[in-house]
């Protein structure tokens, strides 16, 4: 009875301990401009073997791939500019496909300025769920990344609400960025909790402790810090974060100190086992 007990406390991290974290390509991209295969070899040898991207970065895709594997590194997910999924929809799943990525992300919502409102939500939305039709039917899950704007007061709740129970979970879900739901004031863990299973992807990032948030979904990138070492709760997010439905992690650092912060916050997670 007691060895049960302990299993059964140790658990959660035992769970930690086996989430297999990728990093987000873009968390690179002043590296990139100048050194792809030196840049896809350091994050190989950080001990990541997932990431999240979509680009080749002006290399042919057969040259990229060929780095990639060199590196064993696997893509899992790539971005879609909103456009592009209204526009042209199956061309993201072709993307998605030549990378064998299942998942797609969008991170922006196209509106005037720092104004969204009902109008922009309500038309991507329907862009949304149409475009995530199609991809779902091709083994693609779309998710949208949201940047803090979207979680302005609506009828009582806001408009993150107002998205969350208009778009269709059969075809399109989320990615929860921690920095982009502290940023704006929101809690985390309590919108995980609230929306269960609807955030299959999330990127881990740390917020400079005193930072001051806003809902224009604009912070300055150098108030990115190790993980755990700022006011987001990275530690209390990964407690419960696959047991509401999160599938894929990856960390995005945009700070400039990037490429010595990701494996500092690879060690911080691997400290849970």
């Known amino acids: 009875m007691k060895k049960i007990s302990l ?33 896809l070899e350091k994050i190989s040898k950080m001990g990541v073997t997932e990431v999240e991207g979509g680009g080749t970065y002006g290399m042919s895709f057969e040259e990229f791939n060929a780095l990639l594997k060199k590196n064993k590194l696997s893509v899992t ?26 998942y797609v992300m969008c991170a922006w919502i196209p509106h005037n300025g720092d104004d969204f409102t009902k109008e922009d939500a309500d038309k991507a939305i329907a862009v949304f769920n149409k475009a995530g039709k199609l991809l779902a039917e091709n083994g693609i899950s779309l998710c949208y990344h949201a940047h803090g704007y979207e979680f302005r007061p609506y009828n009582g709740e806001t408009l993150f609400d107002y998205m969350a129970k208009n778009m269709n979970p059969k075809y ?51 108030t990115n810090v190790v993980l755990g070492s700022g006011d987001v709760g990275i530690a209390d997010i990964m407690k419960v974060a696959r047991k509401y439905g999160v599938e ?26």
């Open 172 to 222: 399109a879900n989320f990615e929860m960025d921690v920095f982009w739901v502290k940023h704006p004031g929101q809690d985390p863990v309590a919108l995980l909790k609230k929306y269960p299973k609807r955030f299959k992807m999330m990127h881990l990032k740390d917020r400079k402790t005193g930072t001051e948030g806003n809902q224009n979904g604009h912070a300055d990138v150098e």
């Open 248 to 273: 894929k992690f990856y960390i995005e650092d945009e700070s400039s100190r990037s490429m010595e912060q990701v494996p500092q916050s690879l060690a911080f997670l691997k400290q849970f086992k």
């Open 77 to 102: 997910s790539v971005g879609a500019d909103y456009k592009q999924l209204e526009e042209n929809p199956q061309s993201v799943v072709d993307n998605a496909k030549q990378f064998g990525a299942k």
């Open 7 to 39: 299993f059964l406390l140790l658990l959660p991290l035992y769970t930690i301990a086996q989430q297999k974290i990728g990093v987000q390509l873009y968390s690179f991209r002043n590296e990139f401009k100048t050194d792809v295969p030196g840049t």
